[in-house]
């Protein structure tokens, strides 16, 4: 069983910058794909990043150039670095960890409130 915690959301002026942080629990950090998605009000959670475990990064196209996902296999730990953030990324982020073995085992997070001023 893998517990995450997200940590890091805030306001921020439009322009500014946020480091979300993932922290997840267990020995098999180092198996899992990993990402961030995101769910604003009236809307379906969508995907903002992910980084494989093999390392392979994706990025949503209205959060590249902008966003930097990062994975930390020593210390446990998942980041989004966020930067030139704009009101449209007001969000609740959730992290996501996938296992694959001979199933698929998805685990989220509580989720972190990211809010952008304009």
């Known amino acids: 069983q893998v517990q995450l915690v997200e940590s890091g959301g805030g306001l921020v002026q439009a322009g500014g910058s946020l480091t979300l942080a993932c922290a997840a629990s267990?020995?098999?950090?180092?198996?899992?794909?990993m990402g961030w998605y995101r769910q604003a009000p009236g809307q379906e959670r969508e995907l903002v990043a992910r980084?494989?475990?093999?390392?392979?990064?994706d990025y949503a196209d209205s959060v590249k150039d902008r966003f930097t996902i990062s994975k930390d296999n020593a210390r446990n730990m998942l980041y989004l670095q966020m930067n030139s953030l704009k009101p449209e990324d007001t969000a609740v982020y959730f992290c996501n960890g996938v296992l694959r073995t001979t199933e698929v085992s998805h685990y989220w997070g509580q989720g972190t409130q990211v809010t952008v001023s304009s």
């Open positions: 980084v494989t475990k093999h390392g392979r990064v």
């Open positions: 267990g020995d098999t950090f180092r198996l899992l794909d």
